[in-house]
């Protein structure tokens, strides 16, 4: 895949940190709207795809996976709980765990919500005519960038 070069770019333009910040939170923004209609934040749906899977996380597995600090997906759990759209139960293998799982509703707003997003993810794939280029290549980045050592800082001069 080799995205179309805008007129005018500036040095600015190839910041790839900057790059991908300004990618992920305007798709984010796009994603959060089309959730809304479900009352189902961003931050939920990310519990839900996780949780759909329905072997149980643990909550610093949820947190990793919703990319939120601890307290506030602790906070996130309690309501969503409280919604009836998970519950915990103390880990078979482990008492001292907590697993959090799909609720009935939860399923239901987790389908409802993948329909949603999947329908998204083609229409944005469609206007950018990716065949999971894209997805790859993120991916990769990822995995490099999780891998990687970190940069030292160039010597003062």
């Known amino acids: 895949m080799t995205p179309a070069k ?21 798709l984010s923004a796009r994603v959060a709207s089309l959730l809304q209609p479900e009352n189902c934040t961003l931050e ?17 597995e949820i947190a990793e996976f919703a990319m939120l600090p601890a307290p506030t997906l602790t906070t996130l759990i309690d309501r969503m709980a409280f919604d009836g759209l ?25 389908e409802r919500a993948a329909a949603i997003v999947a329908r998204a993810d083609a229409e944005l794939a469609a206007a950018l005519s990716d065949d999971g280029d894209l997805a790859r290549w993120l991916t990769r980045l990822t995995a490099a960038l999780t891998d990687a050592q970190p940069v030292s800082p160039a010597p003062a001069q």
């Open 44 to 60: 939920e749906w990310r519990v839900l795809k996780l949780l759909a899977d329905g072997r149980g996380h643990i909550m610093t």
């Open 86 to 110: 998970v519950y915990r139960r103390a880990d078979s293998q482990d008492r001292r765990r907590v697993l959090a799982y799909l609720a009935l509703a939860g399923r239901d707003l987790y």
């Open 6 to 26: 805008p007129a005018g770019r500036t040095v600015h333009d190839r910041d790839l940190a900057h790059l991908l910040s300004r990618a992920e939170r305007l």
